[in-house]
């Protein structure tokens, strides 16, 4: 059957994740896996995803039919539940003894699950055999992991059959790496013969993005700038020499963003347009009333993790010119509690320019691109990034630094790029507070500029921004493994 479909476009992909939009969630992971499936489908892809049954799961998937049962899976047994949520063909694999828990995917109140080597390892042993064996008819010709939650799924299918089914890996953020200690090797179902720096060796340990590096088809990330700056040791975090080693297998495919989902004009308050922004002055005002703020200049929002990664903790020193010079923030995030406490003295500091929301809110998260002028992004890497991309969306200027999928996304408004009308934001390069600062310097001079302001704004807005490109190119790679 299989060389039977050989040569026709499209196929069959199994899409393996820890998270997927709209069940669950930490970041643009999320996102990117729950929107791929919908974006490949016009193209011929029928793309299935494989995520664990977390707790709050359970009960929407308690009578969704059993389509695989495993039984010895790391001290209890597994079944794959299918259904279909929001359009999206769902597997989720129930396993109790391993994902029936408090707390996020990864972690609980006492921290880190004990035993995620074990968690994500049975979720990639399980994708691993249905891309091997299928499920019933329905056999994957491709089997796309994503990050080191799925690294082990390639590995499997290199270490014990792939039954002609290929594989990618995609890295969305290099920074977790899935460590364990060598002695896991048996445990985890490894070969020892493996255990070699060319292959599952890292570091005297193991890690199973490497081992996912190693041992897939295809590597993929999120943007074309983040796969070169993967290949040097600033960006690479130890694995640089392993993806050097596969350049001629390595490609950057940007992230789109859902615009039935994000897009000012789907809003269900204050909708607007390029062509009519009168509900972005309303939704502006909503927004500083909410935080009981006034801001006369720009009024810029972040809407992030709370984590180094982020340049959260360049605000204290980036940002009280930009203040005096009129500028507003509002902040929405949650993560790292020293960075909280670090934008809680923000609004301690400057009261009525300031405002902050610690926590998680996708409906502020609308509101306030719906009604800022800026969003920031100082981020030291970013692999793709998202927020930026709603940004350029709801006409909410991007402020980004230069690194990855930042840089591919933001055309900074230099004196050429406005010459030229092209410019869709501001850019600034090294993320320091000196170099961010500058960039505020800059915003404040753009947005006093109506006119100016106005053309890229427009530019901006009409950014593409969706996943038309980018799941041409997905289509592609999975075409040209399928052969
Ligand atoms: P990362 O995946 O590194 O966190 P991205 O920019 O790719 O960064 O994706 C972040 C996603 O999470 C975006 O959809 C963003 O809007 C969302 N997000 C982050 N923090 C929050 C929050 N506190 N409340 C609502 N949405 C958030
Ligand atoms: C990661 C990255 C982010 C990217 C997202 C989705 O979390 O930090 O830059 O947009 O994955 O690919």
């Known amino acids: 059957m299989k060389d039977g479909r050989r040569g026709q476009m499209g196929g069959r992909v199994l899409s393996v994740a820890s998270e997927c939009v709209p069940l669950v969630k930490t970041g643009g992971l999320a996102d990117v896996v729950g929107a791929l499936p919908g974006a490949l489908k016009g193209a011929g892809w029928d793309m299935r995803v494989l995520i664990p049954a977390y707790r709050q799961l359970r009960d929407m998937a308690a009578e969704w039919p059993e389509v695989l049962v495993e039984q010895a899976l790391w001290g209890g047994t597994g079944r794959v539940l299918a259904g279909?949520?929001?359009?999206?063909?769902?597997?989720?694999?129930?396993?109790?003894?391993?994902?029936?828990r408090d707390g996020g995917p990864y972690n609980g109140p006492g921290g880190d699950h004990?035993?995620?080597?074990?968690?994500?390892?049975?979720?990639?042993?399980?994708?691993?055999?249905i891309a091997r064996e299928g499920l019933g008819d329905w056999k994957p010709d491709v089997l796309h992991a994503h990050d080191w939650q799925a690294g082990y799924a390639p590995a499997y299918l290199a270490y014990h059959g792939n039954g002609?089914?290929?594989?990618?890996?995609?890295?969305?953020?290099?920074?977790?790496?899935g460590q364990s200690s060598a002695v896991m090797l048996g445990d985890l179902r490894l070969p020892a013969s493996a255990f070699h720096p060319g292959a599952l060796e890292y570091y005297g340990g193991i890690s199973s993005l490497k081992a996912g590096l190693v041992t897939a088809d295809r590597i993929?990330?999120?943007?074309?700038?983040?796969?070169?700056?993967?290949?040097?040791?600033?960006?690479?975090?130890?694995?640089?020499g392993v993806i050097s080693a596969?350049?001629?297998?390595?490609?950057g495919i940007l992230n789109g963003v859902d615009l039935d989902v994000w897009s000012p004009e789907v809003e269900a308050e204050n909708a607007y347009s390029s062509r009519d922004m009168a509900g972005k002055a309303a939704a502006r005002a909503g927004l500083c009333a909410e935080f009981g703020i006034e801001v006369p200049g720009p009024l810029a929002i972040i809407v992030s993790r709370l984590t180094?990664?982020?340049?959260?903790?360049?605000?204290?020193?980036?940002?009280?010119?930009f203040l005096d010079g009129g500028g507003g923030l509002v902040i929405l995030g949650s993560g790292d509690p020293g960075l909280e406490a670090a934008v809680r003295g923000l609004v301690a500091r400057f009261p009525g320019r300031v405002g902050l929301r610690i926590g998680y809110d996708e409906g502020l998260s609308?509101?306030?691109?719906?009604?800022?002028?800026?969003?920031?992004?100082?981020?030291r890497f970013e692999p793709c990034g998202l927020t930026q991309l709603y940004g350029l969306r709801y006409g909410t200027l991007p402020v980004v630094a230069a690194v990855g999928g930042l840089a591919d996304t933001v055309i900074n408004a230099s004196p050429a790029a406005m010459a030229a009308g092209v410019a869709t934001g501001i850019s600034f390069w090294p993320t320091d507070a000196l170099a961010f600062a500058g960039a505020l310097r800059r915003l404040l001079a753009l947005h006093a500029d109506r006119k100016a302001w106005a053309r890229v704004q427009k530019n901006a807005m009409a950014a593409a921004v969706g996943w038309q490109t980018s799941a041409a190119a997905y289509a592609a790679l999975y075409q040209g493994l399928k052969g």
């Not at 993929?220 to 640089?240: D, H």
């Not at 609308?366 to 981020?379: E, I």
Request: proline letters at 6%.
């Open 84 to 100: 279909e949520v929001k359009g999206v063909a769902v597997l989720l694999l129930d396993a109790p003894h391993l994902y029936d």
């Open 114 to 129: 004990w035993d995620n080597a074990q968690r994500f390892a049975a979720l990639s042993w399980v994708a691993a055999r």
């Open 164 to 177: 002609g089914c290929r594989s990618v890996m995609t890295v969305h953020n290099i920074a977790f790496q």
């Open 220 to 240: 993929t990330t999120v943007s074309p700038t983040y796969a070169t700056e993967l290949m040097r040791p600033e960006f690479g975090m130890g694995l640089q």
């Open 246 to 251: 596969r350049a001629g297998v390595v490609s």
């Open 308 to 321: 180094d990664q982020k340049g959260i903790d360049l605000l204290p020193a980036a940002l009280p010119d």
């Open 366 to 379: 609308h509101r306030m691109f719906q009604g800022a002028d800026a969003v920031l992004v100082p981020s």
